[in-house]
């Protein structure tokens, strides 16, 4: 869905390859109430800040959660669309608000049929998925052999 895909940008017709490399929670790494959502956009850093209040008005209106999953597809549909709709003006953070995360969720989860449906991340190579593995990390290559 929105972990990789491709946007093609309103002005430019540019299309531009989109990979969500991480989600951070914001709090540690910039004092700020939100997490961020890092994608890859034809290589380039762009971050998607998601209100950490939208998860508590989440569970609030409908008992239901975000997850990981879940807010990673949300921020990239929002990028998708800021891209498409002439929004994007190369901008290296994008912040959204309680209600556009809300509404992106929604529409997520409505595309999907199911949040069991959302595609696992992360995304471990260009051409592979975490599925190829059963949802589970290779084990990490010993680069100290012999140590522990």
């Not at 879940?70 to 290296?92: H, M, P, T, V, W």
């Amino acid at each position: 869905m929105y972990e990789d895909f491709v946007a093609t940008d309103r002005w430019t017709s540019e299309k531009l390859h989109c990979v969500w490399k991480g989600t951070v929670v914001a709090i540690a790494t910039r004092h700020a109430d939100a997490t961020d959502v890092r994608f890859a956009v034809n290589g380039r850093p762009v971050w998607i800040a998601m209100p950490n209040h939208a998860w508590v008005e989440q569970k609030r209106r409908n008992g239901k959660v975000i997850t990981d999953y879940l807010a990673a597809q949300a921020a990239g549909r929002f990028l998708k669309q800021a891209i498409e709709s002439g929004y994007d003006n190369g901008r290296e953070m994008y912040a959204m608000s309680v209600d556009e995360v809300l509404q992106q969720v929604a529409a997520v989860v409505e595309e999907a049929g199911h949040t069991a449906n959302l595609p696992s991340l992360p995304v471990i190579g260009p051409d592979s998925r975490s599925e190829v593995f059963g949802s589970k990390l290779p084990d990490p290559p010993h680069q100290f052999a012999g140590t522990r």
